[in-house]
Every structure is written in C-alpha cells, then in structure tokens.
C-alpha cells in the first residue's frame, strides 16, 4: 500500500503560480497529477516516470505546468505558472504504472484544491 499526501493548494489570482507537492510513503514506477472541476471528469495534468528523465502532460496545461521529482524518487512537485480561473479544480496526486489515464495509477491522494480567481 502506497500513501500519499498533497501540499500546496490555495488560492491565487488569474496569471499568478502555485507549487503542489506529493509525498509517497515508498517508491512507484510513476506519479501524476490529475485535477478534477465540480461537475467535470477527472482529467488528467501531468505525468513522470520516476526512474527516468519521461514526462507527459494534458494539452491544456502544456507550455504553463512542469512536473518534477526529487533525487530519492518518493516526491514530485508541480509547478504551475500563468494559471487561469480554468485550472480551478481538486488536485490528485497519484501513483503506479507511467500512463495518462485514471486506470493507470492504483493510488491517490485525498486531493488540494487549487482555486484562481479573476
């Protein structure tokens, strides 16, 4: 079993940067973040392998998120510049198999929530 923990969510203003943290309690092959609006699916935000240099990211959050990863492989951080009142959403951290969608990770986080004001 695999936890995990989320930091970092708040609210910020339209343009502004937040920086989301996971800690897993051991190593996985991969973590991701996904986000998920009230009424919307969970979508997915980004994803890295954590024994290598392999990330991945929605189309949505490309060119304003990075995702990245300490050197003991057990956090990742994302970091979100130029958010928008569309990036207002639960962050979920989540672990396993490297891929971007849901089926992919067997474990999550209970989520932060990121809210961006305009």
């Known amino acids: 079993q695999v936890q995990l923990v989320e930091s970092g969510g708040g609210l910020v203003q339209a343009g502004g940067s937040l920086r989301l943290s996971c800690v897993a309690s051991?190593?996985?092959?991969?973590m991701a973040w996904f986000r998920q609006a009230p009424g919307k699916e969970r979508e997915f935000v980004a994803a890295?392998?954590?024994?290598?240099?392999?990330?991945n990211y929605g189309d949505s959050v490309k060119g304003r998120f990075t995702i990245s990863r300490d050197n003991a492989k057990t956090t990742v951080w994302l970091q979100m510049n130029n958010l928008k009142p569309d990036d207002t959403a639960i962050y979920y951290c989540?672990?396993?198999?490297?891929?971007?969608?849901?089926?992919?990770?067997?474990?999550w986080g209970q989520g932060t929530q990121v809210t961006v004001s305009s």
């Open positions: 051991t190593r996985t092959a991969a």
């Open positions: 989540a672990a396993g198999a490297y891929g971007w969608t849901k089926e992919a990770y067997n474990y």
């Open positions: 890295m392998r954590m024994s290598l240099p392999t990330t």
